[in-house]
């Protein structure tokens, strides 16, 4: 039996707070907010909450956990080797929605790192999340709280619909306020390499500490080549439906879109379409959903999991979505787009020229 608390995160009931502290130390398994996504968490220095927590999500083992602190100072404790860039990084993004990656130190499990020498360790901004993790000792694992393979959940509702009956309690504060979960840096490596995109990009960390370099598997669909994240190399966030992205100027992807939708409507299928309110308008078949404002490209990263978690209740076959310009947190958006659509994609202006000629 799940336990299920609400809590505000503007006033934090300390009975809770202590209720899901005891169940972590003790070894169990507690979902809490996030800015990013909700996380799974249990206790890191632990070997046997790390294989919970790969079974409840029917994770791999061989894909490591971030470790998540609340005290700057507690970094030292599981890491080691910690470069002199750290601080000023730790300044501007902690607490945040940003993963640096360190050498471990000999008390976190391998379990916990899925057997690498290396650690994933971040400080989330989330009071909820700052509480729990003090009230459990300071160090807890927490992935998405997702079954893997599922969009990672932006709602505590999310993660029930997961997990319910698999994990000991679910801490619901509503709504995540990102909805992508954090940029990952490796800082085992000179100059620092993001594995992960997210809300925290590479010209901002330019802004503190210079260059950095990118793992070149994030975006090229092209490349064969392994990513640095284990996790990265799985189909994550995949929606039931062939989810299929059109590349192309905006008016192109809407005509594409378009008229895709309408052939595949004739044949019968259920058809989704990720739209934003600027496009809303413009069509006529299949099931559309805005996903957000072009204008403000947050409030895309806020709605794109809830939304294909929508599109797999409907139970729809095939989904069309527009692309997003790759600035600020749209790298994050489109490389998470990417993955749900094992990478298919299509060119808007060759729909559109097909079309033409026919
Ligand atoms: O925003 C987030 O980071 C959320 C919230 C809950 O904090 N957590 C999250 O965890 O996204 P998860 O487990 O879903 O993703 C962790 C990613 C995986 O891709 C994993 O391979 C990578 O971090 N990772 C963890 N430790 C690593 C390491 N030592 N080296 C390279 N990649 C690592
Ligand atoms: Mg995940």
Redesign the pocket.
């Known amino acids: 039996e799940t336990i299920i608390r609400k809590i505000d995160k503007n006033n934090l009931d300390p009975e809770v707070i202590e209720e899901a502290g005891n169940i972590l130390k003790n070894g169990g398994l507690v979902a809490f907010p ?1 800015e ?5 968490g249990a206790d890191a220095l632990k070997e046997e909450a790390a294989k919970k927590t790969y079974a409840a999500k029917g994770r791999p083992s061989d ?4 470790v ?1 602190i609340a005290d700057y100072e507690d970094l030292k404790a599981v890491a080691v080797n910690i470069p002199a860039k750290t601080d000023a990084l730790a300044a501007h993004f902690w607490p945040g ?1 940003l ?1 640096m ?1 360190f050498e ?1 130190s000999e008390i976190v499990p391998y379990g916990t ?2 057997g ?1 020498d ?3 360790v ?1 400080m ?1 901004s989330d009071p909820v999340a700052a509480a729990v993790i003090r009230a459990a000792g300071g160090f807890v694992s ?4 997702n079954t893997s393979g599922r969009p ?1 959940p932006t709602t505590a509702q999310h993660v029930s619909e997961d997990l319910d009956g698999k994990i000991d309690m679910i801490l619901d504060s509503g709504s995540v306020d990102i909805g ?3 940029t ?1 840096l ?1 800082m085992t490596v000179e100059p620092p390499m993001i ?2 995109p ?1 809300a925290i990009t590479a010209d901002m960390f330019e802004e503190v500490i210079g260059p950095v370099s990118v793992d070149e598997t994030i975006l090229g669909s092209e490349s064969n080549k392994a990513p ?5 190399k799985y189909r994550h966030y995949a929606p039931k439906a062939k989810l299929i992205i059109a590349e192309g100027d905006i008016r192109e992807e809407v005509l594409a879109i378009r008229q895709l939708a309408y052939a595949a409507h004739r044949q019968g299928e259920r058809v989704g379409i990720i739209a934003t309110g600027e496009t809303l308008p413009f069509y006529k078949y299949g099931i559309v959903k805005n996903i957000g404002t072009r204008e403000n490209e947050k409030t895309i990263a806020r709605n794109l999991y809830r939304v294909l978690r929508e599109f797999d209740d409907e139970k729809v076959d095939i989904i069309y979505s527009e692309s997003f310009a790759m600035q600020g947190i749209g790298s994050a958006i489109m490389n998470r787009l990417e993955k749900a659509a094992g990478h298919l994609r299509i060119s808007a202006s060759a729909v559109v020229k097909q079309q033409r000629y026919r």
């Not at 894909?63 to 971030?66: A, E, K």
């Not at 927490?142 to 709280?145: D, L, T």
């Not at 640095?228 to 990265?232: F, L, T, V």
């Open positions: 996030t990013t996504v909700y996380g799974l894909n490591p956990l971030i998540h929605p993963t990656i471990k790192t899925g690498l290396t650690v994933a971040r989330p927490a992935p998405s709280a990672s992508l979960e954090s990952i490796d594995l992960r997210g640095k994240a284990p996790g990265m």
